[in-house]
C-alpha cells in the first residue's frame, strides 16, 4: 500500500510568487491533514478535512493560505503571494475513520522564500 | 506557556544504552499521546500510542504517561544505531483531532 506522497519534495520561490502544494493521502484515508514546520519551531497544525469539508482550519496563519480537496480525494495547499516566513516544511498526514488517532505522515515539501 | 515542552537535545548514548526521552504539557484536556520517529530529510513515523494514563511497551519501546504530573516519557532499552534520529511527542484532546507536537528531540546513538 502506497504511503502518503506530496509533491513537490522542494521548492524554491521569490518574495511575491504564488506556490501550490499537493497531498496524495492513503488511499480510502478521509481524515487529511496539514501541518507546518517553521525552522527552529514546532510541527504545528493547519486544518483538517474530513473528506471534501472543512472540519477545522484553526491553524491556518492567514487568508493568503487557501486550501482545498476537491472530490475528497488529493488536497491542495496554495500560497499566495507568498512571504518570507512562509518557508518551512509543510507536512500532510492521513487517517481513516475508524482510526483516527493514527495520522500517518508524508516525507513534506520543503518551501523556500527568498 | 507552550502547550508541549520538549528539549530538543541533542542526545549522545551509546549503543546499548537505556533512552529516556521526556515531553511536559500544559493543557488537562489531552487525552491521547504519541511518540513520532523522524529521520533525516523524512516524514515523522507514529512509533508509539497511548490513551489517558498509563504504560505501553512494544519491544524494545516503553511509553508511559503521566496525567496527573502531565509528563510523557519514550524509553527505548538496548539502543541501535538504527534507533538514531529526531523523537517527537505528540498529543490531542480527541481522537482525530489536531495533534500539538513538541519540538523533537535529537538522539545519535554511538556504536
Known amino acids: 500500500e502506497a504511503g502518503v506522497t506530496q509533491f513537490p519534495s522542494h521548492s524554491v520561490i521569490e518574495k511575491g510568487q504564488t506556490v501550490t502544494l499537493r497531498c496524495d493521502p492513503i488511499s480510502g484515508h478521509d481524515n487529511l491533514y496539514w501541518y507546518r514546520r517553521v525552522m527552529g519551531k514546532e510541527i504545528k497544525f493547519l486544518l483538517h478535512f474530513v473528506k471534501e469539508s472543512k472540519q477545522d482550519e484553526s491553524g491556518m496563519p492567514n487568508n493568503r493560505f487557501l486550501a482545498e480537496r476537491t472530490g475528497g480525494t488529493y488536497s491542495t495547499l496554495k500560497v499566495q503571494p507568498a512571504e518570507l516566513e512562509d518557508s518551512g516544511v509543510y507536512f500532510c498526514a492521513s487517517s481513516t475513520v475508524d482510526s483516527t488517532d493514527t495520522q500517518y505522515f508524508g516525507p513534506g515539501t520543503r518551501l523556500t522564500v527568498l | 506557556q507552550k502547550e508541549v515542552e520538549q528539549d530538543p537535545g541533542p542526545l549522545s548514548v551509546p549503543e546499548g544504552a537505556i533512552v529516556s526521552l521526556n515531553c511536559t504539557y500544559s493543557n488537562s484536556a489531552f487525552q491521547y499521546f504519541m511518540w513520532y520517529r523522524q529521520y533525516s530529510r523524512k516524514g515523522p513515523e507514529l512509533l508509539m500510542y497511548?490513551?489517558?494514563?498509563g504504560n505501553k511497551e512494544d519491544g524494545r519501546f516503553t511509553a508511559q504517561v503521566d496525567k496527573s504530573s502531565k509528563y510523557i516519557s519514550l524509553f527505548i532499552r538496548d539502543s541501535q544505531p538504527s534507533d538514531s534520529a529526531t523523537y517527537l511527542c505528540?498529543?490531542?484532546?480527541?481522537?482525530?483531532?489536531?495533534?500539538?507536537f513538541g519540538k523533537g528531540t535529537s538522539l545519535l546513538v554511538t556504536p
Open positions: 505528540a498529543m490531542s484532546a480527541a481522537s482525530g483531532y489536531a495533534l500539538n
Open positions: 497511548t490513551y489517558s494514563s
